[in-house]
Nanobody, 123 residues
C-alpha cells in the first residue's frame, strides 16, 4: 500500500527556515517522481518542486534559490529545505508520488498524496 506522510511544518517568522519531510512506503522511491505542492487558503494547489526518479530536481520560479529538494533513498524520505521564507509561502504543503518518473509538476499525473502539513510564515 502506497503511503506518504509529511512532517516538519510549523510557524516561522519571515526570513526563517523549515525543513519538511515526506516519509514514503509501499513503493520504490527512486522509481517515482516525488513532488511538493502547496495550497494557500482560497487558492488552487500549485506545484513547488519535484525530484525525478533519476534525481533531477526542478523548482518553480517563486522558490528557486530558496528551496532545496533532496531525497534519502535508504530512508525512503524526501525533504524540502525552505529558507528565506516569506508570508506568501504560507500554505498547506503536500508531497505526492508520480509513477512516470520524469520531471513534472502536473498535478493530475500524481497518483498518491500525503495528508499535508501546515506552514505559516508571519511576524
Amino acid at each position: 500500500q502506497v503511503q506518504l506522510a509529511e512532517s516538519g511544518g510549523g510557524f516561522v517568522q519571515p526570513g526563517g527556515s523549515l525543513r519538511l519531510s515526506c516519509a514514503t512506503s509501499g513503493f520504490t522511491l527512486d522509481l517515482y517522481t516525488i513532488g511538493w505542492f502547496r495550497q494557500a487558503p482560497g487558492k488552487e494547489r500549485e506545484g513547488v518542486s519535484c525530484i525525478s526518479a533519476g534525481g533531477t530536481t526542478y523548482y518553480v520560479d517563486s522558490v528557486k534559490g530558496r528551496f532545496t529538494i533532496s531525497r534519502d533513498v535508504a530512508k525512503n524520505t524526501v525533504y524540502l529545505q525552505m529558507n528565506s521564507l516569506k508570508p506568501d509561502d504560507t500554505a498547506v504543503y503536500y508531497c505526492a508520488a508520480n509513477p512516470w518518473g520524469l520531471v513534472n509538476l502536473t498535478r493530475e499525473e500524481y497518483d498518491y498524496w500525503g495528508q499535508g502539513t501546515q506552514v505559516t510564515v508571519s511576524s
